[in-house]
């Protein structure tokens, strides 16, 4: 049975690929236009995949591709700035658990999707 990434495991696995084969981090500014980046390519996928927009001729969809990419550099983001992703997961999570409990149980706008 194949085990499951953590989400520490990746942000050692992208620390070890940073320093074996891309020389080094980038800094947070770069990274943060790399990250703005590449949520807009995942932007544009999700348009067209479920939305109205339609591909061009040749262009494809590759929605896991462009999520990993975004994953990729949020990590990086992560590792040069010493955020333990797996605490902060785990804080937000509970943040929103606390916070909206009932909210969204109590918006009509959400009763006819379940």
Known sequence: MKQELTLAQAQQQVDAWIRSTGVRYFNELTNMALLTEEVGELARVVARSF??????????????DEMADVLFVLICLANQ????????????LK????????????????????
């Open 51 to 64: 939305g109205e927009q339609s591909f061009k001729k040749g262009e494809k969809a590759n929605l896991a």
């Open 81 to 92: 700035t010493g955020v333990d992703l797996t605490k902060a997961f785990a804080v937000s």
């Open 95 to 114: 943040k929103k658990t606390q916070r909206d409990r009932l909210r969204h149980r109590r918006n009509l706008k959400l009763q006819g999707s379940r």
